[in-house]
């Protein structure tokens, strides 16, 4: 993985002392807290219902060993011994004392971390596929991209108060692990005729009130040209996206307005100027970051090792862990190991600081000291070796990270919703609780296939309910939460928004309801490998609309 | 009130002059971009050097076919989260190529002022009642920037391989 330099290291201790100087100035009354609100912001710490909340970056997800060590001890000391990994592939901790952050983020840097760019109307920290290096599918490492775009990005003059937040993301496949088209800038790295690496630049996606999937602005642009095609973007919306109604001052709402054809023509313009200035990124540079994310010394291994096949046949419980939570590495004899976090009945994405020196331990011992978190709030230990599965996966067992589930109903993202975020107007982490004891049994889930349940306890949609196969938002009626219900969303490369199914939910209603629309789906499937989007697509919403609503009459007059 | 270059406290030298106010001769006069558009003729015969005050929806592209005219050109920053003048003040550097004055008045905080100055602006005009101690220091609290903005400040990534040109 990526390694500090001097100036790297040097950089973040000079940010780490400029914010914990602009905490002293609040604390000692120079600044006001609306003066002191943005700069903390850009500093990852927001003001929630109850504390502060302090968002750490992980930049594109990847974290050794080591920095996890120091994420468990941060939970430990200074917060209440848990942190919560966040649809942006960062964690974030729900209790820090702001006299203590100053304290956290020197921390952090020991470890080369920091919480530069985590919140605020900047560009927020870069995401990426969590398969990078490993998938046999891409044509590109992204996280190589995504370091180039960290460092042009982090503390950018021009660039650090926009209209809105900004976040990219980049993937190197056809397949999109990543929900890139929901981004302000999704980049896709692809070759062109000639064979040559570039990227396809989707511009003005994004979720919340006014859910757009990016559209292609741009299909190629030379590697040479990405910190000149982003510079060019970036002047366009920091010029003219809108600064009156803050719901409309995404980027997305800049390119429906223009259209994206003008968009682009503008973006053309600004970069056509500036494309063969300093911002032509020199090959060396390349080179010098592309060795950092060089293969580990992968060993030569046998495709077939009986042991491993073993212990599958022998083990049912095993070999449904490894179906659900293992993928194919690009090594032979190697897999991709998914931790999940949502165990049933517990809060997505949450982790105790046992389980996160658990995961470092094992990263060590199994998979080269390298962590991943992802998008959807789990964990990933890129290589392991078959061999060593069995006794890995009783490791995780040991302390409920064994969870079979990986793309299942049970696997729920969820926002942290009215239990901690001044945003919300609803729980969703008993929602998520709820719905995952429901669906409790293994066995069940792994039937029901591939089914991804997002929940947002607002419109804001930090729990990307529009992109959720279901989709639950939380919405605010008279005081009391209600819980509406969408269909036929998708985040992947058949990226498509939910419709809304009907009357919403009342939170006692919306369990039954959402176990209602699974066993539609089990009643209209063509067969098990008819994946719930897929049945959803051919049959459309009224089927589902029809039943989930005439179950949730008969329970209703039974209850009477 | 006085403005401050490199952080220093100057005073200043320039009078903003407002639509409906006569124009002083022999003076340093900031005029909006209005009033330069319809007395453009009699202002360039004033003795006195120039400047415009740009609002923050006023591009610089307004003014420029009359940039060799003027001596200054001020940006306004309504509020300090309204960051659309640095990319003026690098349209104006970059593309439109104006050696002169940038000056931006109005919200800043000392926390953007380094960003202020890598965008190509020169001077800042805060408002009466801010205090403005600190912000030389806050010009020195780094030493490492990542993003070539075609200021004197050499990046990360030019150092990086200029050390290594050098080694070899």
Redesign the interface.
Known sequence: MYRY?Q??A??VR??T??FS??VARRLAG?LTEE?FR??RLKNGLYLQLHAYMLRVAIPYGELSSQQMRKLAYIARRYDKGYGHFTTRQNIQYNWPRLDDVPAILAHLAEVEMHAIQTSG?CIRNVTADHFAGIAADEVEDPRIWAEVIR??S?????????PRKFKICLIASEHDRAAMRTHDIGLRIVRNAKGELGFAFYTGGGQGRTPIIGPLVKDFVAQEDLLSYLDATL?VY??HGR?DNIYKARIKILVQALGAEEFTRQVDEEWL??KD???KL?E??VA?IRRYFAPPDYEKLPVYVESFEDKKLSDPDFARWIRANTHDHKVDGYRIVSISLKPVGAAPGDITADQMDLVADLADTYSFGEIRATHRQNLILPHVRQQDLFEMWQKLQGVKLAEPNIDFVGDIIACPGLDYCNLANARSIPVAQRISRRFSDPKRQAEIGELRLNISGCINACGHHHVGHIGILGVDKKGEEFYQVTLGGSSAEDISLGKILGPAFSYDEITDAVEAVVDTYLDLRTGPAERFIDTYRRTGIDPFKEKVYGSLKERRSAAE | MAVLRNGVPQPNEWIRVADDQPLPENAKVIVSVERWRSEGERLRQLNGALGVFLKSDQSPLLIADDLHRLSLVALEFPKFTDGRAFSYARILRDRLGYKGEIRAVGQVLRDQYVFMLRCGIDTIEPPVEKRVEGYAEALREFSVFYQPTGDERATALQLRHQRKAVAA
């Open positions: 330099d100036f790297d040097t950089f000079e940010r002392a400029q100087g602009q120079e003066e943005p700069l109307n460092q042009w982090t503390l950018h003059p021009e660039f650090s108060y926009l002047r920091n010029m600064r100027r500036i200035s300093v911002l020199p060396a540079e010098r």
